[in-house]
């Protein structure tokens, strides 16, 4: 698989009543295609963040999105451009960040929360000496996060909503 120059098509998801905002690394090629965070049907961040929020799991995209802000969580992705191969982030070169100022700026955002390893390198690479804010690492959603179980992530997640 060749690598492409990508650009983050997804737009962040916030209001002016978002308290916490989680990041992750740059959306797959399922989420691209989908046009919203985690599309891919075996990441496990939509049956964790229900879980954690009390809520059932949400089926659409409008009720995603509802299940966040009624919540006052935002989400976006750390990395606004880079070259990539596929979904993988091992491949992932040529950084732009996302600027988060869009979202600080306009939302009293208390805590940030990366959504694994790769979210968390580029965090504090590129996002923290700007916004000079610690970020939380939380334990990926991704399936290729085997070793851990959807029960103890969302162990892990509850820490959220503290």
Known sequence: MRETSVVHPIPPLYDGRSEILILGSFPSV???EAQFFYGHPQNRFWKVIAAVCGEPVPE????????LLSHH?????????CDIQGSSD???????????????????VRQIYVNGKTAEKYYRKYTQ???GREAV??????????????ERLIDAWKIIRE
């Open 30 to 32: 399922k989420s691209r």
């Open 60 to 67: 659409t995209v409008p009720e995603k999105k509802a299940l």
């Open 73 to 81: 969580i935002a989400l976006w992705d750390v990395i606004h451009s």
């Open 90 to 108: 091992a491949s992932i070169k040529n950084v732009v960040p996302n600027d988060l100022g869009v979202i600080l700026d306009a939302a009293p």
């Open 129 to 131: 000496p700007v916004t």
């Open 137 to 150: 690492c939380l334990p990926s959603t991704s399936p290729a996060n085997a070793a851990w179980s959807v």
